[in-house]
């Protein structure tokens, strides 16, 4: 196939994933155009799905080859959210390697970063290879030609329709108005159309409506397969139709949604590091929805993420430390300061995958605390605080109650319960306190500071050179410069 240099978002959009010129590294199992023009079959039309996944993996190296620059040796999560706020730095000890992280953590990055420009990378391909499936699931005679059971059918399409809203909600959150592709582009000139900026409300709706149709095609159950743990279910749709009312302000269907989940078979785990160790992974029930990591897998699936560990990647600030209540065994379960490990991320409690590029540790991404946590976020802004306190209150109790990593009961006094209140910024202070705590190293801190109003305030204080056109990342520029002008730019940027 002759070779056309194009934009990466072309690239994305044209499907022309035979090409590869942006991208160094052919995508394993990926289905592209040309294959999905064929017949398919009972196995292209799983593995298109299955393929959709794997841009939520924390596996080395998916689209590039140590594209270190370029931000794509894995995805940018704990950059972008993590370093870039108030609760890591990029290494226990610096060295000047990775510079463009440094730059995120510092607020002088430009757009040309390498951090952006992964996560604008991961999310698109993500898309792409999404739309490629809906395409399949959505063709009138697809049980016909290939087997499919409508069952089957409908949970793959439900899995497919979660997928490109998850997406979504990363480039939206993250760049604001993005372009919205909706199905496989077939000719260069609709590609340029197509590569335009959607106003952030547009994109807000199309998310809110995949979410609709894949909650409607899902099981109603903890888990769409007994077989197959690690697939998107119906808690994982309304965790994330949560989440999209959380973040557009709906405080009423928060709280509706939420109180969906534990019919479901959600819960509060009676050990707050249950949600993450190797150990109790699809045996806990307080994980919404988790990439599944595995070891030793052809081809590879393992958590690279825990390679850099080694390296002396993702530390912790010395304000995240000290922000810690006294005796809160979430602090060691996070990071374990001694002996430079990040418990969270590796999984263990003794250092076991650290340096470890094939990994199975599990990548979290909806969890059940964290949803009741935006409950309580939604009862304090329609003026229930009873409710909202009583949340913070479930939360802190679990942590207090757990056995910590040393294997002991916190001591008497330990996290004591919030009281009674009726002022709104004395229980929000709590609830930015507790979701600190709780979710601290799960790429929710910028984004939480973001929405809150609160980023420039909180990391102006830490001395970062925060500024107004930082509530969003800049589009990465050679999306830009190949767009001909067509995809405009964050302002600041």
Known sequence: MKKIFITPIIVSIVLLASCQDQLTSEPI????????????????????????YELLSNRLNILAEWDWGGGLVFQNDYVMQDIASDDMEKKWIPDGDQPWMDDINNFTFTSTNGGPNGLWKYDYEGIKRVNIAIGFLTNSDIEALTGLTTARKNQLLGEAYFLRSYYYFSLVTNFGGVPLILAPVQTYQEAFTTAVRADKALVWDR??????????LLPNSKYSSATEKWRVSKGAVIALQAKAALYTEKWSEVVTLVDE??????????????????????????????????????????????APLDWGFFAPSTDFLNSFETNDPRKLYTVDVANKNVNKMLGSLNGSYKGNDD????????????ALLWKAEALNETANYAGAIAIINQIRTRARTTVNALGAVPPAGTLPDRPASTDKATVKG??????????GFENQRMLDLKRWGIAKAVMTAQGKNFQDKHMLYPIPQ????????????????
């Open 207 to 216: 998310i809110k409506a995949d979410l609709v149709l894949a909650k409607a």
């Open 478 to 493: 050679s999306e830009i410069d190949a767009s001909a002008g067509l995809l405009t730019q964050n302002p600041g940027y």
């Open 261 to 306: 989940l534990a019919p479901l078979g959600y819960s509060l785990n009676a050990n707050y590091f249950d949600s993450f160790s190797v150990a109790t992974e699809f045996a806990e029930n307080e994980d919404i929805f988790s990439y599944d990591h595995q070891a030793n897998a052809t081809p590879r699936k393992g958590n690279g993420m825990c």
């Open 29 to 52: 199992g990926a289905t592209t155009l040309e294959q999905a023009k064929t017949a398919p079959t009972l196995t292209s039309v799983e593995q298109s799905v299955n393929s959709s």
């Open 359 to 370: 990994a199975p540790t599990n990548k979290v991404y909806l969890r059940y605390a964290d």
């Open 430 to 439: 709590w609830l930015i306190s507790e979701r600190r705590a709780e979710l």
